[in-house]
């Protein structure tokens, strides 16, 4: 072997793992880069004041963002009750019954659900829910983001549902389990921490969408009351505030998107340590 | 832990025994037919041949079962071949039984050609071997079984001991070779019952200490 | 006056009690276990079954009987048929698709494919190749058959049971609540075996059940397999002959999806009827 082939391989090596490295950092400094930006910029517009009061007029300084927070809160209870029950049955359907050809429907279909825009979902929700009854409601903002939960759960529900090994189905028919009674006895339940953890981050992805609502749940400077009322929720005023011309509410935005980042932060982190937890059984 | 294969080895060691048991005493009832002029002694033996004959077949069966179904290792092994060997002795005691019992009969029409001296003391020898070399299988005991061993040479010696004699008085009175003929044969039977209980001893010592003790003439390094 | 030891010939397979050392001074009978199949109840009489995977016939015209209270072995070469033979017992092969069975199985002489499969497989147990328990505590594990049958009575009493007749208990009485998992491959297998005892099964197949377990575990099985056959009616696949002829009353061959032979194990493991058992069990093929 000539020492210049050993040369060009070991230089080649060195090249490859810097490359390799530093897109790692890269994508390691993106986030914290995005978070230190938040931190710097909207941290000291944290205070008790932010998470309890509602905005003030327009013009006055102070204030907070309490009905956004709520709001969203609100946006996402609504998008699971809606959404995650179909997505559960849908996945547990793909996973143990269905045929070749429709399971194949039904997958294909979610995946193209998964990547329409959001704001056409929006936009279906508009004609869906808002038109008939003439007014924005936080139903129709639940509507859209219940939409856009759906295909990640039926995915991840029946990724989890596979990964439970057939062995263990064979042993609950053969104790006299009748289909239905060996996945809800055996098989949701050793799948229910990753069922659990896919839920949760369908929730984290849709918390943080904008455009669907913004004409479905529209906003509200208020408290909303029930469910068939406008109603705010933390990326509409971001947007809001952002594009105004007051400091104060610039100084706002940022706090809440703070808050969004933690809150999407906090649920992956969480999702994570479920899954751990149920995979160490 | 344990096996339900010990339980089947115990068994089959009772077995083992018992058929020893029936040899032992067709021996004893053989040669007693002799000392003692009781013919009905001899009937005896020769109704019991069929008993010791079946065991034969049995233990062979139960064996056989075993070897081909437990795959047996080491002591197992070497219990399983020794009960075998010893299997074919006890029959080759219980014929020579039968053997002596016929020349009892033969011997008891005519009459006693002398004081039996040797014969009694040749009889208790050869039965004592047969007694101790089951004892030792039961016990385990080489020691006793080496003893076995050893005992064999006075045995063969009071045979030759026998013949002599019984040569001495066919020669010199004619009349007396029906019964001092029988007589040399039944002393020729116990001398193989003695060989017979020899044998036994040495599968004994097989199975106890895995050491093959026949023929030690035959070098073997 | 001593009389002629007589035999009898006792048409029954029960285990012998041991002889004490006071028997061998009286004439005993010997008793003896006598050729198969017809003197004994059958449990499960099967009358050509015939099975097929889509187009595929997997088993051809097999006749058997596995006789109650007795462990049946079936031995053959991979892919003879003996595993697909064993599910159809239970209708295990139903969960798998475009399957057909033709012919009769009849348990205590009812059709089992005219039983509800639910009751059928409370009757008729598994226990499977790699030990399977559930994500869930040891109790649970065991009291899971019952539960889902709608047992009502006390199931500490009979998770106890069924540990104790799977030879468990002792080594895990202290640890009820603790995962399954946390035991050892061959305690997983045993806690298997409790799981298919808790309902009391009348018939337990098991599949190659030894076949993923060192020595020493596989020898405890294997016992505890003759405890259980008092009570339950065992058929077991396994590709280790050995296994079979230690450990089985009756032991049956198949070779490609036919049944060649099926006799008592120590006469076909000594005296085989059929060449192709012989080349078999001699390991001149397969």
């Known amino acids: 072997m000539s020492s210049p082939r050993i040369l060009w391989r070991k230089s080649l090596n060195f090249v490859m793992l810097t490359l390799t490295g530093v897109a790692a950092f890269a994508v390691v400094s993106v986030l914290f880069l995005i978070l230190g930006y938040l931190i710097w910029n909207g941290g000291t517009s944290l205070s008790w004041n932010f998470f309890t009061q509602l905005p003030k007029p327009v013009g006055e300084t102070g204030g907070g963002m309490a009905n956004a927070i709520v709001g969203s809160l609100k946006l996402l209870f609504l998008a699971a009750v809606m959404g995650l029950p179909v997505g559960?049955?849908?996945?547990?359907?793909?996973?143990?019954?269905?045929?070749?050809?429709?399971?194949?429907?039904?997958?294909?279909?979610?995946?193209?659900?998964?990547?329409?825009?959001?704001?056409?979902?929006?936009?279906?929700?508009?004609?869906?829910?808002?038109?008939?009854?003439?007014?924005?409601?936080?139903?129709?903002?639940?509507?859209?983001?219940?939409?856009?939960?759906?295909?990640?759960?039926?995915?991840?529900?029946?990724?989890?549902?596979?990964?439970?090994?057939?062995?263990?189905?064979?042993?609950?028919?053969?104790?006299?389990?009748?289909?239905?009674?060996?996945?809800?006895?055996?098989?949701?339940?050793?799948?229910?921490?990753?069922?659990?953890?896919?839920?949760?981050?369908?929730?984290?992805?849709?918390?943080?969408?904008?455009?669907?609502?913004?004409?479905?749940?529209?906003?509200?400077?208020?408290?909303?009351?029930?469910?068939?009322?406008?109603?705010?929720?933390?990326?509409?005023?971001?947007?809001?505030?952002?594009?105004?011309?007051y400091d104060d509410w610039h100084r706002q935005a940022w706090a809440a998107g703070l808050v969004l980042l933690a809150l999407v932060l906090?649920?992956?982190?969480?999702?994570?340590?479920i899954l751990a937890r149920s995979k160490a059984v | 832990m344990e096996r339900h294969f010990d339980h089947d080895l115990e068994e089959l060691?009772?077995?083992?025994?018992?058929?020893?048991?029936?040899?032992?005493?067709?021996?004893?009832?053989?040669?007693?037919?002799?000392?003692?002029?009781?013919?009905?002694?001899?009937?005896?033996?020769?109704?019991?041949?069929?008993?010791?004959?079946?065991?034969?077949?049995?233990?062979?069966?139960?064996?056989?079962?075993?070897?081909?179904?437990?795959?047996?290792?080491?002591?197992?092994?070497?219990?399983?071949?020794?009960?075998?060997?010893?299997?074919?002795?006890?029959?080759?005691?219980g014929d020579q039984a039968v053997n002596i019992a016929q020349s009892a009969t033969r011997i008891l029409r005519h009459p006693q050609v002398k004081p039996y001296v040797d014969l009694p003391r040749m009889s208790e020898l050869a039965e004592a071997m047969v007694r101790d070399s089951l004892n030792a299988l039961v016990r385990g005991d080489q020691e006793l079984a080496q003893s076995v061993l050893r005992r064999d040479d006075q045995v063969d010696r009071l045979r030759d001991q026998l013949f002599r004699e019984l040569l001495t008085y066919m020669m010199e009175d004619s009349a007396q070779v029906f019964a001092a003929f029988e007589l040399i044969l039944v002393a020729k039977n116990l001398e193989r019952i003695g060989d017979h209980a020899t044998n036994i001893a040495e599968d004994v010592i097989y199975f106890v200490a895995g050491r093959d003790v026949r023929h030690p003439a035959l070098d073997r390094r | 006056m001593e009389t002629a030891a007589t035999k009898e010939k006792i048409v029954s397979g029960a285990p012998q009690p041991a002889l004490s050392v006071k028997a061998f001074r009286d004439p005993v009978p010997m008793e003896k276990i006598t050729s198969p199949t017809i003197e004994h109840k059958q449990r499960l009489t099967i009358s050509n079954l015939n099975f097929y995977y889509g187009p595929k016939q997997a088993v051809f015209k097999l006749n058997l009987k596995i006789p109650t209270n007795r462990v049946t072995a079936l031995i053959g070469p991979s892919g003879c048929g003996k595993s697909t033979f064993l599910r159809t017992l239970n209708r295990m092969n139903e969960t798998i698709r475009n399957t057909r069975v033709e012919g009769e199985v009849l348990l205590d002489g009812q059709d089992i494919h005219s039983l509800d499969v639910v009751g059928l497989r409370r009757r008729v147990g598994m226990v499977f190749q790699r030990p399977n328990p559930f994500p869930k505590s040891i109790y649970d594990n065991v009291a899971y058959g019952l539960r889902i049958n709608g047992y009502k009575g006390r199931l500490d009493d009979l998770v106890e049971h069924s540990l104790r007749r799977a030879a468990l208990w002792d080594e895990v009485k202290d640890y009820l609540k603790k995962s399954a998992f946390a035991l050892s491959g061959g305690q997983q297998q045993r806690?298997?075996?409790?799981?298919?005892?808790?309902?009391?099964?009348?018939?337990?197949?098991?599949?190659?059940?030894?076949?993923?377990?060192?020595?020493?575990?596989?020898?405890?099985?294997?016992?505890?397999m003759f405890q259980l056959k008092d009570s339950c009616t065992m058929a077991i696949v396994t590709h280790n002959m050995q296994q079979a002829a230690r450990a089985s009353d009756f032991t049956a061959f198949m070779l490609d999806g036919h049944l060649i032979e099926h006799s008592e194990t120590s006469k076909l493991f000594t005296t085989p009827t059929d060449p192709r058992t012989e080349a078999y069990i001699t390991g001149r093929f397969g």
């Open chain 1, 266 to 273: 906090l649920s992956n982190l969480g999702a994570r340590f």
């Open chain 3, 191 to 224: 806690l298997c075996i409790a799981r298919a005892l808790a309902v009391d099964p009348e018939v337990l197949l098991l599949d190659e059940p030894c076949s993923a377990l060192d020595p020493v575990t596989t020898a405890k099985i294997e016992e505890l």
């Open chain 2, 13 to 93: 060691k009772q077995r083992l025994l018992w058929m020893g048991s029936l040899a032992e005493r067709a021996v004893h009832q053989a040669v007693h037919a002799v000392l003692d002029a009781e013919e009905h002694l001899a009937e005896v033996v020769l109704s019991e041949e069929d008993a010791i004959n079946e065991m034969q077949i049995e233990i062979d069966e139960r064996v056989q079962r075993l070897l081909a179904t437990q795959q047996p290792m080491a002591a197992d092994l070497r219990f399983l071949l020794a009960v075998s060997r010893i299997n074919g002795d006890l029959e080759r005691i």
């Open chain 1, 88 to 245: 559960l049955l849908a996945g547990v359907y793909l996973a143990e019954f269905g045929g070749k050809t429709f399971s194949f429907i039904v997958r294909y279909t979610t995946d193209l659900l998964n990547g329409v825009p959001s704001i056409v979902i929006g936009i279906f929700a508009y004609s869906l829910a808002v038109l008939p009854v003439k007014h924005f409601s936080a139903l129709a903002g639940g509507v859209a983001l219940g939409i856009m939960v759906i295909p990640i759960t039926v995915r991840s529900t029946e990724e989890f549902l596979r990964a439970v090994p057939g062995n263990m189905r064979e042993a609950a028919m053969a104790l006299g389990a009748s289909k239905w009674k060996t996945i809800a006895t055996v098989v949701l339940p050793a799948a229910s921490g990753g069922i659990l953890t896919g839920m949760l981050l369908a929730l984290a992805r849709v918390a943080g969408e904008t455009a669907p609502l913004l004409f479905t749940a529209f906003g509200n400077r208020f408290w909303s009351q029930g469910w068939g009322q406008p109603i705010a929720s933390l990326p509409v005023m971001i947007y809001t505030y952002a594009v105004a011309p």
